[in-house]
């Protein structure tokens, strides 16, 4: 079957950096997204990957290791606005993306 | 209309009525999709459509169907609402091609509660 896993929630202080892990199992990969949910908002796309490595944008940087069925997204610099759910989405074989619940993300002053 | 557009924004429904969310996209994307979320589950996609006058059921289609008559408009009819599908659905679209991918683009979500 399909799987994802990420965790449920975390806390970080402003400034600083946090990694959030996500591992996947899919039929078929064709890439894995990263998006960022605001509570009561629609999700907003930060990454994506298809081959394995690092891919930096800005504050965000996003990893993948197809071989492990692993990425994770590092957020540097932490500001309150950062507060939201990041979801993990990797893209199976018919490009449909498997979705995550999401690791709610607490950002502490 | 810039974007992607949905309608309406929440709607209280009494078990058994009929619905019709509406859902309109004006960047020409081949592919739509309609998502339902629920606490604690990640998104969950319904039915979607990846060109014109096709569509496709997903992971969560029964009590759902759906209409792709031209690019930019992808409604999502319930026929007779149940309570186990009050949700946040949400629509998205992307311009995909067999030999490419690109990201979704999500609209801003319909409320919907079945009493």
């Known amino acids: 079957g399909q799987n994802i896993d990420q965790p449920t929630e975390m806390t970080a202080t402003e400034g600083a950096i946090v990694q959030i892990n996500c591992t996947y199992q899919?039929?078929?990969?064709?890439?894995l997204f990263w998006y960022q949910q605001h509570a009561g908002e629609a999700p907003t796309f930060l990454s994506y990957?298809?081959l394995d490595g690092l891919e930096e944008k800005g504050r965000f940087s996003s990893f993948l290791s197809r071989s492990k069925g692993y990425s994770y997204l590092l957020l540097k610099e932490l500001q309150m606005k950062d507060s939201a759910s990041y979801l993990c989405?990797?893209?199976?074989?018919?490009?449909?993306?498997?979705w995550g619940a999401g690791t709610k993300l607490i950002i502490k002053p | 209309i810039a974007g992607i557009t949905q309608a309406p924004t929440s709607q209280i429904l009494a078990a058994g009525r009929r619905m019709t969310l509406r859902c309109t996209q004006d960047?020409?994307?081949?592919?739509m999709y309609w998502y339902r979320q629920d606490l604690g589950l990640g998104l969950r996609l319904i039915h979607y459509?990846?060109?014109?006058?096709?569509?496709g059921k997903g992971e969560v289609p029964d009590g759902y169907s759906v209409s792709r008559a031209n690019t930019d408009d992808f409604p999502l009819t319930l026929a007779s609402a149940v309570p186990s599908q009050t949700s946040v659905y949400f629509c998205?679209?992307?311009?995909?091609?067999?030999?490419?991918?690109?990201?979704?683009?999500f609209g801003p979500g319909t409320r919907l509660t079945v009493l």
């Open positions: 998205a679209s992307s311009d995909s091609s067999g030999e490419s991918y690109n990201e979704q683009f």
């Open positions: 960047m020409r994307h081949n592919a």
């Open positions: 459509s990846n060109t014109a006058g096709t569509t």
């Open positions: 899919t039929s078929g990969f064709n890439g």
């Open positions: 990957n298809v």
């Open positions: 989405a990797p893209a199976d074989s018919n490009y449909q993306l498997i």
